[in-house]
């Protein structure tokens, strides 16, 4: 499975963008990006994903890289409720989703 | 609202006892899968299971076995229950298909093995 690397934590004032960067150098041609993230005492859950162009949703964007060895998630306007553990992952071929450790992003008000 | 229930949030069994965690998904997915969450550790997959009785192995099974009799839901049966399986249960839910599609989570089971 190839891997990800993420910064173990990151601070952002409320109100202001973020950006969590993913470094996935061994990236195949066939790994979706996928960007999940886990509130306090809660499980995961799915934020965005993509292939190859950059996506929006209503909850973040995601930026990725041209050779696609690196990609960045987006909040646009950081709350409080997003204070959470953010996860970048790989997934291809097969059902399984290989969690890492993931960055603890913390919001002060 | 799509769900992935588990049936205790916290549990608190003795060494030795033969433990049943379940999960229900009521997105008729076929894919199901637990992991456990551990300081310092992150999400570590147990088992999956891609369809009715068939399983696969995760990262970490031993200690552990699995059940899936009915396609929504998905059982996480510890044989003799250790202290070393003290943790965080997480299970989730997937369906077949691009390999785009989002996973859901159930809230967790704590538990705690004295």
């Not at chain 1, 960007?35 to 965005?48: A, C, K, M, N, T």
């Amino acid at each position: 499975d190839a891997k990800t690397t993420q910064p173990n934590s990151m601070e952002s004032n409320e109100e202001e963008p973020v950006h969590l960067p993913c470094n996935h150098s061994t990236i195949s041609g066939t790994d979706y990006i996928h960007w999940y993230r886990q509130l306090p005492s809660q499980g995961p859950e799915y934020v965005i994903h993509g292939l190859t162009s950059n996506v929006n949703n209503r909850m973040a964007s995601l930026a990725i890289a041209e050779d696609r060895k690196s990609s960045t998630l987006i909040l646009h306007r950081a709350t409080l409720r997003d204070a959470a553990v953010y996860y970048c992952i790989l997934r291809a071929y097969g059902n399984k989703l290989v969690f890492g450790a993931g960055t603890i992003l913390r919001v002060k008000s | 609202d799509v769900k992935v229930t588990q049936s205790s949030r916290y549990l608190v069994k003795r060494t030795g006892e033969k433990v049943f965690l379940e999960c229900v998904q009521d997105m008729d997915h076929e894919n199901m899968f637990w992991y456990r969450q551990d300081p310092g550790l992150g999400l570590r997959l147990i088992y999956f299971s891609y369809d009715v009785k068939m399983k696969e192995k995760g990262d970490i099974p031993e200690g552990y076995s699995v059940s899936r009799e009915k396609k929504e839901r998905f059982s996480l049966i510890l044989e003799s229950a250790s202290t070393n399986q003290t943790s965080m249960y997480l299970c989730a839910s997937r369906r077949t298909g691009p390999w785009g599609t989002e996973a859901f989570f159930g809230q967790g089971t704590r538990l705690t093995v004295v």
